[in-house]
């Protein structure tokens, strides 16, 4: 996951029903799998949403494509049960999975705890964690 554009502004927390992560890219400097959303019946995927101004999108697109992810328009849903359309960048080859990368993870994790995503969210990421390279 890239970090956000220097110019995004929050929008709002959300959550991908019937998705997960897993880890199937490998390299770039991250010493583990990076992770993707993946299809996966009764999982949810949670995350902050963020507008990216125009001028910033390209930057934010190269740098999930250095990562091996593309941008894929999903829906999700708010707090309130509100449904959005999002870009969210995911990993389009073979479907491999790799220990997690402790780093990548942790990274993951601060940022769950700073937007106050729910617990179950952040306990799975510190099992990741717990099997990670």
Known sequence: ??????????????HLPDRGISFPIRGN?????L????????????????????GEIDGLHEAERAEQRVPRVV?????????????????????ATHPPSSRYVGIMLAGSRHWELPAGWIAGLEEHLSASS
Request: charged share 20%.
């Open 75 to 95: 829906e999700a849903m708010d707090r309130m049960g509100r449904r959005h359309e999002v870009v969210t960048h995911v990993y389009d080859g073979e479907a």
């Open 29 to 33: 400097g991250w010493s583990g799998g």
């Open 35 to 54: 992770p993707t959303v993946i299809d996966a019946e009764g999982h949810t995927v949670w995350g902050a949403v963020f507008d990216v101004p125009d």
């Open 1 to 14: 996951m890239a970090e956000a554009a220097p110019g995004a502004v929050f929008q709002f927390i959300a």
